[in-house]
């Protein structure tokens, strides 16, 4: 995990400057999957900080993380673990912030066990869980959800969905050629 990501907001100057994401996962070794969260959100001007907090080596630090999140300033929660990947509903527990959850895949099990972890939350709890891996996507739903209150921001969001929609209508092109 970059030095640079770690505690801190990220020096993007594109940004408003005020962090209003937090990302979180279970390891250091998550960052490489993670990171694609953090990167769709720098696309959008999106100030964000990044954290290792294990719910299971540390987990009075987790708690005291997730309690604070709110008061903090944070808006949106994206949490990313793997395996008995508990992060993002604990999270979930004692925040009032959306918590999107990312399932990490690892080498055993390909990733189903950390995503049945993370999406079979109980009633009165959710967490919004993306694809195993699907980093990207938790950072582009966090960014909607701050669209939501945003009409600038879903300037953005629509540009970036008629940004999708040409290249995929280039690439049908290119085969109907
Ligand atoms: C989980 O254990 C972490 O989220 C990570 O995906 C996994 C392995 O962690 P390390 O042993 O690589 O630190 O809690």
């Not at 869980?129 to 953005?156: F, Q, Y």
Request: no cysteine; charged share 20%.
């Amino acid at each position: 995990m970059p030095e640079s990501t770690t505690s801190e907001a990220r020096d993007d100057p594109t940004s408003s400057g005020r962090v209003r994401v937090g990302i979180v996962m279970g390891s250091d070794s998550d960052w490489p999957t993670m990171q694609a969260a953090g990167q769709a959100l720098e696309e959008f001007g999106i100030a964000y900080e990044a954290d290792v907090v294990s719910a299971h080596r540390m987990p009075d630090a987790m708690l005291a993380w997730g309690h604070g999140a709110h008061a903090r300033g944070l808006e949106v929660v994206i949490a990313g673990a793997g395996g008995a990947a508990h992060l993002p509903g604990m999270l979930a527990a004692v925040t009032p912030l959306p918590v999107i959850g990312v399932p990490v895949p690892l080498k055993h099990l390909d990733g189903l066990d950390s995503l049945l972890s993370i999406v079979q939350m109980p009633a009165g709890v959710p967490v919004a869980t993306v694809s195993v891996g699907g980093a990207r996507n938790a950072g582009l739903l966090a960014v909607r959800i701050l669209a939501a209150g945003d009409p600038d921001l879903t300037a953005k969001v629509l540009a970036f969905q008629d940004d999708l929609r040409a290249a995929a209508q280039a690439k049908g092109e290119v085969v109907r050629r």
